[in-house]
């Protein structure tokens, strides 16, 4: 094999799961499916805050493209990139588990009740125009507002059905979830403590004063604090909102929908939904059969590999994929971290094996990687086996 020299290299930023792996903590299999759960997360986090306004797909989209390279958590990205505080983290994270079903996500409504016009501008399902026009045809006819937005097919029935029960848990007309009042978003947002709420609720009862007047005059919260909570509030309630009628549409389209219309054009509008399973493949162009050892190499604690290894990835998850690496079990130099080089940055790859994020690749990309395994102590010079063997799992 080839002993080109390369060039001295800053040291490889070892991520948290590398750590893990490291410590035996986790193993390469283990830690790929944990990150495979960090992504549904990131998912779900990242879906919250666009659909309430906290940050735009734009921002999201730089974030996850940020995120990808630190390992960071998405919450935390967005905050170093001060596109939102950690408050407004700590309150998405703490509603996201009442928005994974279409039933929760309705009894997440809260705060004053709102009409069904400004409930779906909020939404963004119709805009102001759309609007305007229905509201004239039903001072026209006299014909329901929502009847008339699912006739020109601004809505599905479904969306129809789950927007009137979410104005209805707003109205207190139908049981809600507690974690979208007020008082419970400002103890999430740390804003209160949990005995200041249940005091103020207590005094809530022997008085017609609203729950935000109250931690006002008890000097919990100032003016400019109780403003925000309600800022808050209506975000994270519009992000529930958009929720259940995106689940209303999906379950809607899980039937076929025959639209009526004029039988004399003998046709049907058939709305067709698919899922595309997440999918990732590699190919080997070319790899280094074994790795020599010299005893310079020994003497310095090192031995460079360059260019031993060509790959094509290609996978068409939004989310990427990740490079699983994996020790080849045999005799072997004493073999201990191994840094590679052929992405973005350098990877440290520890003895038990690790990891390495790949970003979304739906055309086949190529990567040309080289390789700096260190030598224990003890290591011997000699022409030894290919150590490693890599393999590809989507997120």
């Not at 944990?34 to 989209?61: H, I, Y």
């Not at 049907?268 to 010299?294: D, F, G, N, S, W």
Request: charge should be positive; include cysteine.
């Amino acid at each position: 094999m080839r002993k080109d020299s390369v060039p001295p290299r800053r040291p490889a930023r070892r991520l948290i799961g590398q750590v893990l792996v490291d410590g035996g903590v986790v193993s390469p299999g283990d830690l790929a499916r944990a990150l495979e759960e960090q992504n549904r997360t990131n998912e779900m986090l990242g879906k919250v805050l666009v659909d309430g306004g906290f940050v735009s797909p734009g921002v999201l989209a730089r974030a996850l493209e940020e995120q990808n390279r630190t390992n960071e958590m998405l919450g935390e990205v967005l905050v170093r990139m001060k596109v939102v505080d950690p408050a407004e983290i700590a309150a998405v994270v703490s509603i996201q588990s009442d928005l994974l079903s279409l039933e929760d996500a309705v009894r997440s409504a809260a705060g004053v009740r709102q009409y069904l016009g400004e409930l779906l501008l909020k939404a963004r399902k119709v805009t102001p125009e759309q609007l305007k026009d229905a509201l004239s045809e039903q001072r026209r006819t006299g014909e329901k507002l929502g009847e008339i937005l699912v006739r020109r097919g601004a809505l599905t029935r479904g969306q129809l059905d789950a927007v009137l029960a979410f104005q209805k848990c707003q109205a207190g007309e139908a049981p809600s979830s507690v974690r979208f009042r007020l008082g419970e978003i400002l103890v999430a947002t740390g804003r209160i403590t949990r005995e200041q709420l249940e005091d103020v609720l207590s005094r809530q009862k022997l008085t017609k004063k609203n729950i935000g007047d109250l931690l006002v005059e008890s000097g919990a919260v100032e003016p400019r604090a109780l403003a925000r909570g309600l800022r808050l509030q209506e975000k994270l309630v519009t992000a529930a909102l958009v929720a259940a009628l995106s689940m209303a549409e999906v379950a809607g389209a899980q039937e076929i929908q025959r639209v009526s219309g004029p039988p004399a054009t003998g046709s049907a509008q058939i709305r067709v939904t698919a899922t595309v399973p997440p999918r990732a493949t590699l190919r080997v162009l070319h790899q280094e059969r074994t790795l020599v050892v010299t005893p310079e190499d020994v003497a310095r604690g090192y031995v460079d590999a360059p260019a031993a290894s060509r790959i094509e990835v290609r996978n068409n998850s939004r989310g990427g994929c990740l490079l699983v690496f994996e020790r080849i079990a045999g005799p072997d130099a004493s073999f201990g971290n191994v840094s590679v080089r052929g992405f973005d940055r350098d990877v440290e790859i520890g003895p038990g094996g690790g990891f390495v994020p790949h970003s979304y690749a739906p055309a086949p990309v190529a990567a040309e990687l080289s390789y700096r395994f260190s030598l224990d102590r003890d290591a011997r010079p000699g022409t030894y086996s290919w150590p490693l063997q890599v393999s590809v799992r989507p997120l």
